[in-house]
């Protein structure tokens, strides 16, 4: 399920969505709208080699339990914002990979 998700995003060459981006995404990125509890959210671009990354499965297990695994356009997370730019600070440290 994950990897469905994966495969469609990484297959991906440029990523629009008319109602929420503030334009184009990049190749190789995906745009990911973190909505909390408070029914706040906000939008990331994401690389998807980020979303490869263990401390991701939670956020995108839960995703796929709230939204299903066929979400059309930007990928929702339902997650606290601040929670999720931990999990991006995290993956993009330098230690990440190792």
Do not use: N, W
């Not at 109602?19 to 690389?47: A, I, M, Q, T, Y």
């Not at 490869?52 to 606290?80: I, N, T």
Request: net charge positive; glycine share 8%; charged share 30%.
């Amino acid at each position: 399920m994950k990897k469905e998700l994966m495969r469609r995003f990484s297959l991906t060459d440029r990523v629009s969505d008319s109602s929420k981006s503030g334009g184009d995404v990049p190749r190789g990125c995906v745009p990911v709208l973190v909505c909390d509890s408070d029914g706040d959210g906000e939008r990331f671009v994401v690389r998807v080699e980020a979303l490869r990354h263990p401390s991701f499965a939670a956020l995108l297990e839960k995703a796929a339990q709230e939204f299903g695994y066929r979400q059309e356009g930007v990928l929702r997370v339902p997650c606290a914002i601040h929670h999720f730019r931990d999990v991006l600070t995290a993956v993009s440290s330098p230690r990440a990979g190792r």
